[in-house]
């Protein structure tokens, strides 16, 4: 095997990788099957007696979000709703007392492009084309139980909530039924945190028991995403994504379309809806049984949670339990509400490398706070661990390079004869001690590593408009001067001055011209991505530079040495 023929293969294999999730086909548009029989789609009904089924196949019971009415504008005078504000450091949320239902979340600190500071995230809507709610109530499940359902309004002592100088502040909003059933629904918020607890505490006050459960529900627009090669965000998945206690699985919406409703339950599960960088997600307490279900419904995904069914004696009071994360994937906090909630972070198969070379990256970055400081020396580091797997590639390239000279003989001898040609070239390598395939295995090794480094840089929130130097103000989006990407096309072709030609004339051309496609396709890659890919390059030809002198050194050592043997 020719070093040279698997390098180019190699770099042809990244470039049609990166191609390949730059339009994303994995996440490609699907057919829409036609409507079928509701008999044949719908999910089977939930055997377990203390967890009951959730039918949200009936729409009657949830209305359509078109539908849906901005927050304080009542259908009727006697449904008016209001919005209660709460203002955290990291949150702007606002929570309609229809329902207690959160209708708008604002990210304080993520803008939604660099240059447009005072544009900001909005992960959660009340209309609009990025409609969006998180919206939680008490269900009855006997007959004429008295409960304040997703459309009760209640009330609250305070419509504007401020974190101020606390380390927490509590929204509660409460509800009273006329047989004496009263509910205080509870939000609490904390400094720096994007996770939200959610609790119904309810009073029975009535003559007879109550029994219930808790349902919570994520409802958000649900559309066939407009790719774009430009823009990284267009590509990364946007849906529902469950976890059963098990595996995670992102739902794609032609799926749920053609196959209807998906149900789980499990007692250490959640469900989400992810986009690149951001989420919404619902968590119960670990080992509380629950059965979840997500569909798509019109125009609307759905993904709903419902806890375990409770009983409460007249007199009693009990307290339904349940929280939220409406943010950025930051995967410290994940990790701390649920340690599978990190799984929403996509890096891909490759996963299993990508988690362990983040917390590496994020490490490095606690220590010199600049991420792309952090890429340089995370790039260093993987350098170093594969010094002595590339260091035997290195040194067939050497050895090979300095074989160059007599190659060339060989092809103007047996140029007519390429059977001839073989021969003598593999009795070449075999007199000098020289194996073309030594290099293969360290950078086949080496493959996953770096495409594992690729997902880091493209999906961790911590990258998104992170600034390095100079003009590079952005890691996440492309280089607005096309520097970086220059100084890469030029590394590239120095590289290649210190390697050994390709004996073959087409493999040679391709190799002139790897570096200006590279140039021009990398142009439009986060900065971020590309300074990793100067830096590994860089790295490689001080390596290879460093190599190539030892071995001639060699070389020279092995000459002089024959010279003297032959003198003496």
Not at 120 to 146: H, I, N, Q
Not at 494 to 505: H, I, M, R, S, V
Request: hydrophobic fraction near 40%; aromatic fraction near 10%; include cysteine.
């Amino acid at each position: 095997m020719d070093n040279q023929r698997l390098l180019t293969w190699g770099a042809f294999g990244l470039l049609l990788f990166f191609t390949y999730q730059t339009w994303m086909l994995d996440y490609g548009r699907q057919a829409v099957a036609p409507a079928s029989d509701p008999a044949q789609t719908d999910a089977p009904p939930l055997a377990e007696e203390t967890l009951p089924e959730l039918d949200l196949a009936d729409d009657e019971s949830l209305p359509d979000p078109d539908r849906t009415m901005p927050v304080g504008t009542p259908t009727r005078p006697e449904d008016a709703a209001a919005a209660v504000r709460v203002r955290t450091d990291v949150l702007d949320i606002e929570i309609s007392t229809r329902g207690g239902t959160i209708t708008r979340a604002t990210m304080l600190d993520y803008p939604v492009a660099k240059d447009q500071p005072d544009t900001l995230v909005e992960l959660l809507s009340p209309a609009g084309p990025d409609y969006g709610v998180m919206r939680a109530w008490l269900r009855g499940t006997d007959e004429g139980a008295e409960t304040p359902d997703f459309d009760a309004i209640y009330s609250a002592a305070s419509m504007d909530y401020e974190l101020g100088g606390a380390d927490q502040i509590v929204v509660a909003l409460n509800w009273a039924g006329e047989e004496g059933i009263e509910v205080e629904k509870r939000y609490v918020f904390t400094r720096g945190s994007y996770a939200i607890g959610l609790e119904h505490e309810i009073v029975n006050g009535s003559d007879r028991e109550w029994r219930g459960d808790q349902v919570v529900q994520i409802r958000r627009r649900s559309k066939e995403p407009d790719r774009s090669m430009f823009d990284v965000d267009s590509y990364s998945f946007d849906g529902p994504l469950t976890y059963d206690g098990d595996k995670s699985e992102k739902l794609k919406r032609g799926e749920l379309q053609r196959k209807g409703p998906v149900r789980y339950e499990t007692d250490d599960g959640w469900v989400a809806a992810i986009e690149h960088h951001f989420l919404r997600a619902i968590v119960p307490a670990r080992g509380e049984p629950g059965i979840y279900q997500v569909q798509i419904s019109g125009d609307t995904m759905i993904a709903s949670a419902i806890g375990e069914r409770r009983s409460l004696a007249p007199g009693e009071r009990l307290v339904f339990e349940r929280s939220l994360f409406i943010g950025p994937k930051l995967q410290t906090q994940l990790e701390a509400l649920h340690p599978r909630l990190k799984l929403s972070v996509d890096y891909g198969w490759l996963t299993i490398l990508s988690q362990p070379m983040f917390w590496l990256l994020s490490k490095i970055y606690a220590f010199v706070g600049n991420w792309g400081l952090a890429i340089i020396l995370v790039t260093l580091v993987i350098k170093l661990v594969f010094y002595k797997l590339t260091e035997t590639s290195g040194r067939s390239m050497a050895r090979m390079r300095n074989l160059q000279p007599r190659m060339q003989a060989l092809q103007e001898r047996y140029k007519d004869d390429r059977t001839a040609l073989s021969q003598a070239m593999m009795d070449l390598y075999k007199r000098e001690g020289v194996n073309p395939a030594a290099g293969c295995l360290p950078i086949l090794v080496q493959m996953p590593f770096f495409l594992a480094f690729y997902w880091v840089l493209v999906e961790s929130v911590e990258m998104r408009q992170a600034p390095f130097v100079f003009w590079l103000t952005d890691l996440s989006a492309r280089d607005p001067y096309f520097i970086l990407p220059l100084i890469m096309g030029a590394a590239m072709l120095l590289q290649q001055k210190l390697n050994p030609a390709p004996t073959d004339p087409v493999q040679a051309r391709v190799m002139q011209i790897m570096p200006i496609v590279f140039t021009a396709f990398f142009a439009f890659f986060p900065s971020g991505l590309v300074l990793y890919w100067v830096t590994n390059t860089i790295l490689s030809i001080a390596q290879q530079w460093k190599i190539n002198k030892v071995v001639e050194a060699e070389a020279k050592q092995q000459k002089d040495r024959g010279k003297k043997s032959k003198e003496g």
